[in-house]
């Protein structure tokens, strides 16, 4: 077996995979639901392909509230059906419409691409009778993962003690915002439980208070001097501030192919890789293959997966990125009150024997 962080030669792992063959005889969709952190409503949809005595299951994360567009209510009647090549299937995907009118954001229509085509690797790898891992030729790690959060509309350490309480070894990335008092900056790294500061820099959200965000990047430049700095925001006082921790500074948000590696506002070396953003298996697979020929620090990112893609995003941090700060904390943590008993990180790899599945009894948080 290949080191579970780097993929052989540094190429990319997709041909492994290319060829796998598909039969897909039906398309089901199912609701899925939870009430998170902050009363924050998650709606997701399970896409369930059946074929040949078994199923594959993705899950489409790109719908934030119901509004006649998610899988499960629109139910569309795709021409699936077929035998394929797992390539030859993720080619005819993209020709086909997948929403019923264009989605607000763009990004979204990678959300919903990945559901399909995780499920139909799901699928190929079950009717073979072998498991992603067996298939890539990686062994599987322990993840270490990272429970990601912000702290509330009126910022509060509250919801750091929370699941320090329940968890004590629990580690966090948290959303920064300008709203942070120095004094709750101190606070929170007091605790020495932060791998990773996400400042939301790369959404186009409107700066309010230019002056209040620098002051912020300079408590927390030197309040967490080893975290990574997640998606700062492109301005030029930023840039200056953080052009000493470029070695630490990371990008999410405009990552979605491997060539988007080039494109970041700072010539960052650190790449949080986020399946469902990407969007594809082939595109995945160079995101990887290219962080493992430069030797770009990976870890891993999900989107309030509340079933079957969580255990995904898991395996695939297993697989590529082990012993980073993964945010794929189990779907548990992301409660507003997480019950005890929480799964201590780091998570014990247990893939399931056939499939792109995390075992179902893994984390306890699903």
């Given at each position: 077996?290949?080191?579970?962080?780097?993929?052989?030669?540094g190429?990319?792992?997709?041909?492994?995979?290319?060829?796998?063959?598909?039969?897909?005889?039906?398309?089901?969709?199912?609701?899925?639901h939870?009430v998170?952190a902050?009363?924050?409503?998650?709606i997701?949809?399970?896409?369930?392909?059946?074929?040949?005595?078994?199923?594959g299951?993705?899950?489409?994360?790109?719908?934030?509230?119901?509004?006649?567009?998610s899988?499960?209510?629109t139910r569309?009647s795709?021409?699936?059906?077929?035998e394929?090549?797992l390539?030859?299937?993720?080619?005819?995907?993209?020709?086909?419409?997948?929403?019923p009118?264009?989605?607000?954001?763009?990004?979204?229509?990678?959300?919903?691409?990945?559901?399909?085509?995780?499920?139909a690797?799901?699928?190929?790898?079950?009717q073979?009778?072998?498991?992603?891992?067996?298939?890539?030729g990686?062994?599987?790690?322990p993840?270490r993962?990272?429970?990601?959060?912000?702290?509330g509309?009126e910022?509060?350490?509250?919801?750091?003690?929370?699941?320090?309480?329940?968890s004590?070894?629990v580690?966090?990335?948290?959303?920064?915002?300008?709203?942070?008092?120095?004094?709750?900056v101190d606070?929170?790294?007091a605790?020495?439980?932060?791998?990773?500061?996400?400042?939301k820099?790369?959404?186009?959200f409107e700066?309010e208070?230019r002056?209040?965000?620098?002051a912020?990047?300079?408590?927390?430049?030197?309040?967490?001097?080893d975290?990574?700095?997640?998606?700062p925001?492109?301005?030029?006082?930023?840039?200056?501030?953080?052009?000493?921790?470029?070695?630490?500074?990371?990008?999410?948000?405009?990552?979605?192919?491997?060539?988007?590696i080039?494109a970041?506002?700072?010539?960052?070396?650190?790449?949080?890789?986020k399946p469902?953003?990407?969007?594809?298996?082939?595109?995945?697979?160079e995101?990887?293959?290219?962080c493992?020929r430069?030797?770009r620090?990976?870890?891993?990112?999900g989107?309030?997966?509340?079933?079957v893609?969580?255990g995904?995003?898991?395996?695939?941090?297993?697989?590529?990125?082990?012993?980073a700060?993964?945010?794929v904390?189990?779907?548990a943590?992301?409660?507003?009150?997480?019950?005890?008993?929480l799964?201590?990180?780091?998570?014990a790899a247990?893939?399931?024997?056939?499939?792109?599945?995390?075992?179902?009894s893994?984390?306890?948080?699903?």
């Amino acid at each position: 077996m290949t080191s579970a962080t780097q993929p052989t030669n540094g190429e990319s792992l997709w041909p492994r995979l290319a060829e796998l063959a598909l039969v897909i005889e039906g398309c089901e969709y199912e609701r899925l639901h939870a009430v998170l952190a902050h009363d924050f409503e998650r709606i997701t949809t399970h896409v369930r392909l059946a074929g040949a005595g078994t199923d594959g299951l993705g899950e489409d994360v790109s719908i934030f509230r119901e509004d006649g567009t998610s899988l499960h209510e629109t139910r569309p009647s795709l021409p699936l059906e077929g035998e394929w090549t797992l390539a030859g299937f993720c080619d005819h995907l993209a020709t086909l419409e997948l929403w019923p009118q264009p989605p607000e954001w763009e990004v979204a229509l990678r959300f919903r691409n990945w559901a399909f085509e995780s499920a139909a690797l799901d699928l190929a790898l079950r009717q073979a009778g072998r498991s992603l891992h067996d298939v890539l030729g990686l062994e599987p790690g322990p993840v270490r993962f990272v429970n990601s959060l912000g702290l509330g509309e009126e910022p509060s350490i509250e919801p750091v003690r929370k699941r320090l309480a329940r968890s004590p070894s629990v580690r966090f990335k948290l959303d920064a915002a300008a709203t942070w008092a120095p004094a709750l900056v101190d606070e929170v790294a007091a605790t020495g439980a932060v791998d990773t500061i996400d400042f939301k820099g790369q959404y186009g959200f409107e700066v309010e208070d230019r002056e209040a965000l620098v002051a912020l990047y300079d408590h927390v430049l030197a309040a967490f001097p080893d975290a990574y700095l997640e998606d700062p925001h492109d301005l030029p006082e930023i840039a200056q501030r953080l052009g000493d921790h470029l070695e630490r500074v990371s990008y999410d948000s405009p990552i979605r192919s491997a060539q988007d590696i080039d494109a970041t506002p700072l010539p960052a070396r650190v790449v949080n890789v986020k399946p469902s953003r990407i969007g594809s298996l082939r595109a995945l697979c160079e995101v990887y293959a290219r962080c493992a020929r430069e030797r770009r620090p990976m870890y891993g990112g999900g989107m309030g997966e509340l079933g079957v893609g969580r255990g995904q995003i898991e395996l695939l941090a297993a697989l590529f990125h082990a012993d980073a700060p993964n945010d794929v904390a189990p779907s548990a943590y992301n409660e507003d009150d997480p019950v005890d008993g929480l799964p201590a990180s780091p998570l014990a790899a247990r893939p399931d024997v056939t499939g792109f599945r995390w075992a179902a009894s893994a984390d306890g948080g699903r």
